[in-house]
């Protein structure tokens, strides 16, 4: 359902993105971590047709974002990593608006309005404008927002910063039950037990490159041989973007904890 082709992405000396292939299947939660600067929001942005590509393709259930996008960009809901909105709208006005961008019926809209408000607890709030909201409100109404319509597809950027653990909690559950209705879920995340407990496989990119991709299981067996589920998705990612010596040096400069029990 979604399918990147060689994507690349060069802004002066900088390349980005370098020819970037992967694919997500119907049904799928893909996690696409990354360190900061790694190219993960430029990758989304691509595949959403927000940002074209300097070389290569990319493909929403087998339509080309760029060639056809209004067509692609019909199938596709987006969650930004920063969740802007019109302060002067109400959460219902928001999500009323972008049921008239994506021509729903209005009385289909009005009830899946209806049941995403309910689902996200903003029921008791919606009237209210989105400028008295907190960080985490803005968070639920941009998600509801891009399940609106049903897309096929969903991507998210950093879709649980700034939401309490029982938002969070919700969210995860949201996204497993639009996955398991054939749907395909894109989700860049720097919380790595959740891309270990939620996602089907995941992809590391590190300075534009994409180095490893497969199911956690997979991961450990390549990367780390031998070691069994004893060894979590932080190990293997810190193993694949050099950070074990960030890591090594957090140990020496942590206080001795025999030290401290003396004290």
Not at 102 to 108: I, L, Q
Not at 245 to 251: D, G, P, Q
């Given at each position: 359902m979604i399918r990147a082709e060689g994507l690349t992405k060069v802004y002066g000396a900088l390349t980005a993105v370098n020819e970037l292939t992967l694919s997500v299947g119907p049904g799928e939660i893909f996690g696409f971590l990354g360190?900061?600067?790694?190219?993960?929001?430029?990758?989304?942005?691509?595949?959403c047709g927000l940002l074209s590509p300097t070389a290569g393709r990319a493909k929403i259930c087998g339509?080309?974002?760029h060639e056809k996008p209004v067509e692609a960009k019909a199938m596709i809901g987006y969650?930004?990593?920063?969740?802007?909105?019109?302060?002067?709208?109400?959460?219902?006005e928001l999500l009323q608006f972008v049921a008239d961008l994506?021509?729903?019926?209005?009385?289909?809209a009005a009830d899946r309005m209806e049941e995403l408000l309910y689902m996200f607890e903003l029921?008791?709030?919606?009237d209210e404008l989105l400028s008295t909201y907190s960080h985490g409100m803005r968070q639920k109404v941009c998600i509801a927002a891009a399940l609106l319509d049903e897309p096929r597809v969903l991507f998210l950027d950093e879709?649980?910063?700034?939401?309490?653990?029982?938002?969070?909690?919700?969210?995860?559950?949201?996204l497993r039950q639009f996955a398991q209705t054939g749907r395909a879920v894109f989700m860049s995340t720097h919380i790595l037990e959740i891309a270990e407990r939620m996602c089907d496989r995941v992809g590391i990119i590190h300075q534009g490159h994409l180095i490893a991709e497969g199911s956690v299981d997979d991961l450990r067996r390549r990367v780390l041989p031998g070691?069994?589920?004893?060894?979590?998705?932080?190990?293997?990612?810190?193993k694949l973007t050099g950070g074990?010596?960030?890591?090594?040096?957090?140990?020496?400069?942590?206080?001795?904890?025999?030290?401290?029990?003396?004290?």
């Open positions: 360190p900061n600067g790694s190219g993960k929001t430029t990758t989304i942005k691509m595949l339509i080309d974002v969650v930004p990593d920063t969740p802007n909105v019109y302060e002067k709208l109400t959460a219902r994506r021509k729903m019926d209005p009385k289909e029921s008791d709030r919606q879709p649980t910063v700034g939401l309490d653990p029982k938002s969070a909690r919700l969210v995860k559950e949201v070691t069994g589920e004893a060894v979590s998705l932080e190990d293997l990612f810190l074990e010596e960030y890591k090594e040096l957090i140990k020496h400069l942590a206080p001795d904890a025999d030290n401290l029990q003396a004290e």
